[in-house]
């Protein structure tokens, strides 16, 4: 244990340290942190903390889905909602199954795995681009339809993944009641957990006006709902976005204004503590990328089915309701991050293809941070959305 927060805390240094050198030279941050995670592994350094589904699960994706959910405003986002349900629903229903299409067809893969594969390369995870629409001052639709959009497919994804998953261990077709009761188990029991945990956590800071409660508050409801669903069978992530959607607009943290259960100062103290803590998070999670992905390149299985997940994902992204410009940002800024690795890390050690799927996610999400976080910036700036409303 030890050397696992002696190797937790090396690796923020260097975190800080690659933050300052990328700000320098103007860099995506994240695509430093893959880079500098590959250099470390191709040193063989000595760390004892790696990439598991566990770090994943129980560290790394509560913090940064509930950060995402916290700044999302429900006034705003119904203007917008049938596009992003639709992006996230049947976006992700379509991305997965022309997906696992192509490698059945392309590399005579089982369906059940492929389906696996493709459910769980759907989800999308923005961060590099939401940080940098952050820090270049965009807001409005474009920003709040990325987030939104990001964290509504995660939930979709995870659940269709968490769906799929039974045929890979259990010969014979599940029947449609089989399968809606566990839609209903795992994403509406989610959900509800997410909503329940964030109102029992609304009405007790309302009986507080100290702003370290409140946040310490924040922190139990985040990892509290996540962890309180996957104990019941649901999905942990639906809980954590639900309750972040929760605490935000109940809170008044999704737009700071009118009268909301949280003190003003309460409301200061959770905004920049979930935003270092989703720094943190990612900080960490895209060096362990990076250092997973040396060993990943020694098993090439999963290259063939990263390659096309690639390039299917890149043509079959569509977007309503935008002008060609924001349609093309949009388009190029669904990347591939840790709920796609931490999915793939949940596959069982006998399941078919588990080196396979586990490569070729790696590969999806080094394409995304490297490539696609690389070229956003410049894409931003030249369809001129760096001003935008």
Do not use: C
Request: cysteine-free; hydrophobic content about 60%; charged content about 10%.
């Amino acid at each position: 244990m030890d050397r696992v927060i002696a190797s937790g805390i090396e690796l923020l240094g260097v975190a800080m340290a690659v933050a300052i050198v990328a700000r320098r030279l103007r860099l995506p941050y994240t695509v430093g942190l893959v880079a500098t995670g590959l250099a470390l592994a191709l040193a063989r350094l000595p760390l004892d903390l790696a990439l598991t589904h566990d770090v994943l699960f129980e560290v790394i994706l509560p913090p940064l889905l509930f950060e995402a959910a916290l700044s999302i405003s429900w006034r705003e986002l119904r203007r917008d909602l049938a596009p992003v349900l639709a992006l996230s629903t049947i976006g992700v229903l379509l991305g997965a199954g022309v997906v696992a299409g192509g490698l059945v067809w392309a590399l005579d893969w089982p369906l059940a795995p492929a389906l696996a594969f493709g459910a769980l390369i759907a989800a999308t995870d923005p961060i590099a681009v939401i940080a940098m629409l952050r820090e270049a001052g965009v807001k409005g639709r474009l920003r709040l339809v990325i987030e939104s959009e990001s964290l509504f497919n995660d939930g979709a994804a995870a659940l269709l993944f968490a769906l799929i998953l039974p045929a890979l261990s259990h010969s014979g077709a599940p029947t449609p009641l089989s399968v809606a009761a566990q839609a209903l188990l795992i994403g509406g029991g989610g959900i509800a957990t997410g909503v329940v945990v964030g109102l029992l956590a609304i009405a007790l800071a309302g009986r507080t006006d100290d702003h370290l409660v409140e946040t310490a508050l924040t922190a139990v409801v985040a990892y509290g709902a996540f962890l309180v669903a996957e104990r019941i069978g649901a999905s942990g992530v639906l809980a954590t976005v639900a309750a972040g959607l929760v605490m935000g607009n109940l809170g008044g943290l999704a737009s700071g204004t009118g009268r909301f259960a949280l003190s003003d100062q309460g409301r200061q103290s959770v905004v920049v503590f979930w935003e270092f803590a989703a720094f943190v998070a990612n900080s960490l999670v895209f060096l362990l990328i990076g250092l997973a992905m040396a060993g990943a390149a020694t098993r090439g299985a999963g290259f063939g089915a990263g390659a096309i997940a690639i390039v299917v994902l890149a043509f079959s992204r569509t977007r309503w309701a935008f002008g060609w410009r924001e349609a093309h940002f949009l388009w190029w800024s669904g990347l591939r991050g840790a709920l796609a690795l931490a999915l793939a890390l949940a596959l069982p050690a006998e399941a078919p293809y588990r080196d396979a799927i586990l490569v070729g996610a790696f590969a999806v999400v080094a394409f995304s941070a490297l490539v696609q976080g690389l070229t956003a910036g410049p894409l931003l700036r030249a369809l001129g959305l760096d001003r935008y409303p």
